[in-house]
Nanobody, 115 residues
Framework: QVQVVESGGGLVHPGGSLRLSCSIS????????MSWHRQAPGKERELVAG???????NYADSVKGRFAISRDHAMKTSYLQMQSLKPEDTAVYYC?????????WGQGTQVTVSS
């Protein structure tokens, strides 16, 4: 059974940084794409950053220049480095992995940006 697990969320002051991690287990296959999404209270879930194997990363306009997605060579782990965080970045952050055409979501990790 494939599991996707996020970690690294927490409370940070405006202007601070956090690094989120996403790990895939339970699959002998690597992901072909991994992405980060977020959902703030009362809002729809939105794509933050994504990366396909062998492809260039893509970012939401709201995080360009502040967030960076990366992954390990095996496409079993993804990271989201977040800098210059703003209160509007507050949300639950989810990792999604695409493995052999199927999509798997993690449970999410809370990121709160507040003074």
């Amino acid at each position: 059974q494939v599991q996707v697990v996020e970690s690294g969320g927490g409370l940070v002051h405006p202007g601070g940084s956090l690094r989120l991690s996403c790990s895939i287990s339970g699959s002998i296959y690597s992901a072909t794409a991994m992405s980060w999404h977020r959902q703030a209270p009362g809002k729809e879930r939105e794509l933050v950053a994504g990366m396909a194997s062998g492809g260039m990363p893509n970012y939401a306009d709201s995080v360009k220049g502040r967030f960076a997605i990366s992954r390990d060579h095996a496409m079993k782990t993804s990271y989201l480095q977040m800098q210059s965080l703003k209160p509007e970045d507050t949300a639950v952050y989810y990792c999604k992995a695409r493995i052999r055409g199927a999509e798997f979501w993690g449970q999410g990790t809370q990121v709160t940006v507040s003074s």
